[in-house]
């Protein structure tokens, strides 16, 4: 009984019903498991491993430097850039993503993102592909945009009280 | 022998009774520390359900409650979770200890008035965080991630609560080996014990991973250190995930408690049963790392083998339980005649007592639904399409929710008879109450899983972005899930409403049972000896379990479909 010490039977050889399942529930663990490092070599969606520490200060001065470069106009006052592939970078901060990037369909690029201030979450909708950013870290996203199109970048980690108004913008052109 | 090992002391004489239902030695001091312990536990799942109907009446988009002031909102919200995942959860849990220690092993509870210090200490931290989050002064959520900044009350609370949850539970181990030295049990621990003793020790790594966590928290917070924000994350999840660990073993408990109280069920082979806490003990705290799957600066190794709580060994562990209890109950019922078919033991179970109709919905929503979801939303690269989405509060709304939250309530039913020894009131209100509960977390759980689908972000007031500067759209679908969602938040807080009131007016206002007198009405026990017990086969169960399991490679295929369809990152 559950409440009372265990009969002199409980050592007992294990049933064979119960012998069956523990046998299949271990073998269906196992394949899960081994399901990670197998999709990691033979699948093209991982989670990025590259990272780098960078002080908010300094990270927020590249992004600066990389939106004045590459600016190609704005959109309610956020600034459009058009980088050619490779580096680009995106900066959150309280309550907004820094720039909008446009970026060509099929081309690789690595995406650094970082924050300014507290954590934040990146999150491409209607896709739905979810990152976290921490301060302090550039998380870099070595990405291939399939579709084109216009896609929203939403914050999903709670930020402060302007959580809710923080959106931004990715556009992919053919 | 093993109680040889141990000095026998002359035993301490307490003051108690004999319980009239199971012949069990109550400790009185032990009694109403219990008692005191859930009823404060459910004062504080009263306040945080109350949060918890406005926050759902708030995602409702056709209804927006306190859209127009996410001030408000953002404070609710962390105060629903504080007291629904730390208060509630926290004090029912140190009532079960006490339960489990000096109650299953009819002995006295070693230094009744330290638990009573511990107590103290756990009202005052969570009066002093309730606080400060109603307040305003610490709308960070349950999580609190570093930079983001509360006032250091808030961490102090939290500490506090800590150090008195420490205490009950270093009791709890101490009530243990006092009882073996007195010679208050012979043999092995119950397994009731045994579940809740793998409980206690998860719990002494968690409230460490507490320490490691907030009192750095609290001294950045006062300015007299510096705080990486990842080391935090990395810390928080030490106590935030554990603390769930916890819950699954308490639960786990409960479920074999109540299978034996309400139908008479005996664990099937302890030895697996108490292999698969083992395995509990030794591998679920590493998983608190799959809240970190899509972090930066963690490398791959580590989040794979630390997600899937080494090679998913601690899921085996659930696994296993979920044969054993339901083939335990079947065995139970087909010794006492409902023989016919597969599944007569299960259709012929008592569904109007709400102990077993708690304990079978707990099982299946935690199984079917949370343990799934659980397992699969934290599979490393299936992960990048959950993180942070309303899909994770679907998740833990059917584990916290639909299995810990039930289970407690539908033991509640048993300990007010037992140990307050009054009957309940509005016993029909209590007989329906877990099928009006869980039918409205239903909703609330596939609204919310369904609106996460889409995208919609979790810990947001709405999702309308109204003012921001690019304007967002979800599609249709996504706000007939948050309808869902809104809908079952009524449904659910009635139920809830229908325990709390069952509850406190049971407590105070029950017919008083007679010392000594049972509460089963029944005869539970046809006399078989263990030998043939053994020998009984459980079809049913065994077919159910197999129907767990094509679900669960349902949910993880379909997720890596999924998953081969989005944007190729690396």
Redesign the interface.
């Known amino acids: 009984m559950p409440i009372h010490s265990p009969e002199k039977v409980w050592w007992k050889p294990i049933g064979r019903q119960e012998r069956i399942w523990f046998w299949v529930s271990f073998v269906f663990v196992i394949v899960m498991f081994i399901s990670m490092p197998i999709w990691h070599l033979l699948a093209d969606q991982n989670t990025p491993h590259l990272s780098y520490r960078v002080t908010p200060e300094r990270f927020t001065a590249i992004v600066s430097e990389f939106t004045k470069r590459y600016q190609v106009g704005s959109e309610n006052g956020i600034p459009i850039v058009h980088p050619p592939a490779g580096e680009i970078y995106l900066l959150a901060r309280q309550y907004q993503w820094m720039p909008i990037l446009e970026l060509e369909k099929g081309k690789t690029y690595h995406l650094h993102v970082s924050s300014a201030d507290v954590n934040h979450g990146f999150s491409i909708q209607p896709v739905n592909m979810n990152f976290q950013v921490v301060p302090g870290y550039d998380y870099v996203l070595e990405i291939t945009p399939p579709d084109a199109g216009e896609f929203t970048i939403l914050c999903n980690e709670f930020c402060g009280i302007g959580h809710h108004k923080m959106s931004g913008k990715l556009i992919v052109k053919e | 022998m093993a109680q040889q090992t141990l000095p026998m002391r002359r035993p301490v004489e307490f003051l108690s009774r004999v319980c009239g239902t199971?012949g069990?030695r109550i400790d009185i001091a032990a009694q109403n520390l219990i008692l005191t312990n859930a009823a404060t536990a459910i004062v504080f799942l009263l306040l945080g359900g109350i949060m918890g109907m406005l926050l759902g009446l708030t995602r409702w988009p056709e209804i927006s409650l306190l859209s127009s002031v996410?001030?408000i909102y953002?404070r609710f919200l962390t105060a629903h979770g504080m007291n629904m995942l730390l208060y509630w959860i926290i004090f029912f849990e140190v009532a079960g200890l006490y339960f489990g220690c000096a109650i299953?092993l009819n002995a006295r509870l070693v230094m009744p008035k330290l638990a009573w210090v511990a107590y103290g200490l756990m009202v005052i931290g969570a009066v002093m965080s309730n606080i400060v989050v109603f307040m305003g002064e610490a709308?960070?959520?349950f999580s609190a991630?570093v930079?983001?900044k509360a006032s250091p009350l808030f961490y102090l609370g939290t500490i506090l609560f800590a150090v008195g949850a420490l205490i009950a539970v270093i009791l709890f181990f101490a009530t243990v080996v006092v009882a073996k030295a007195e010679g208050r049990?012979?043999?092995?621990?119950?397994?009731?014990t045994f579940g809740l003793l793998t409980a206690a020790i998860i719990a002494v790594t968690t409230l460490l991973g507490g320490v490691l966590t907030y009192v750095p928290a609290f001294l950045w917070s006062l300015g007299l250190m510096n705080l990486?924000?990842?080391v935090y994350?990395l810390n928080f999840w030490s106590i935030g995930h554990p603390a769930q660990q916890i819950n699954l073993a308490a639960m786990v408990s409960i479920w074999?408690?109540l299978?034996?109280i309400t139908v008479g069920?005996?664990?099937?082979?302890?030895?697996?049963s108490r292999f698969a806490f083992v395995l509990y003990i030794l591998f679920i705290n590493l998983g608190s790392v799959h809240h970190?799957?899509?972090?930066?600066?963690i490398?791959?190794p580590f989040?794979?083998f630390n997600t899937?709580y080494a090679?998913?060994?601690a899921?085996?562990g659930s696994?296993?339980h979920a044969?054993?209890i339901p083939?335990a109950i079947e065995a139970a019922q087909r010794i006492r005649g409902y023989t016919k078919g597969l599944f007569q033991w299960l259709i012929k179970a008592p569904w109007g007592d709400p102990g077993f109709s708690s304990m079978w919905i707990s099982l299946v929503m935690f199984g079917f639904i949370g343990g799934t979801t659980g397992?699969v939303m934290g599979?490393?690269?299936i992960?990048?399409?959950?993180?942070?989405?309303m899909s994770i509060p679907g998740h833990l709304h059917s584990t916290v929710v639909g299995g810990t939250t039930i289970a407690f309530m539908g033991v509640t039913y048993y300990l007010i008879p037992l140990l307050a020894r009054r009957r309940l009131v509005g016993a029909v209100l209590a007989k329906y109450q877990p099928y009006i509960y869980s039918f409205g977390l239903l909703f609330i759980i596939f609204g919310q899983m369904g609106a996460g689908?889409?995208?919609v972000?979790?810990?947001?007031?709405?999702?309308?972005?109204?003012?921001?500067?690019?304007?967002?759209a979800?599609?249709a679908l996504a706000d007939t899930g948050l309808s869902i969602a809104g809908i079952g938040t009524i449904i659910a807080s009635i139920g809830g409403a229908m325990f709390v009131g069952v509850a406190v007016l049971s407590l105070f206002f029950g017919k008083r049972i007679e010392e000594g007198k049972s509460i089963l009405e029944k005869q539970p026990e046809p006399s078989i000896s263990?030998?043939e017990?053994?020998k009984v086969?459980?079809?049913g169960a065994?077919v159910l379990?197999f129907v767990f399991?094509v679900v669960?490679?349902l949910v993880?295929i379909g997720n890596?479909l999924w998953?081969?369809k989005?944007?190729?990152?690396?």
């Open positions: 199971t069990l996410p001030d953002y299953v709308s960070v959520m991630y930079p983001l049990y012979k043999g092995s621990l119950p397994l009731v990486d924000p990842e994350r074999y408690f299978a034996h069920a005996k664990p099937l082979n302890e030895k697996l970190l799957l899509v972090d930066p600066g490398s791959i989040k794979i899937s090679m998913y060994l899921v085996l696994m296993i044969f054993s083939g397992v599979h490393e690269q992960n990048i399409l959950h993180h942070n989405t689908a889409l995208g972000p979790r810990r947001i007031v709405d999702a309308f972005y109204e003012g921001a500067p690019i304007e967002v979800f599609p263990a030998e017990r053994h086969k459980v079809p065994f379990v399991l669960f490679t993880w890596m998953l081969g989005v944007w190729p990152v690396n």
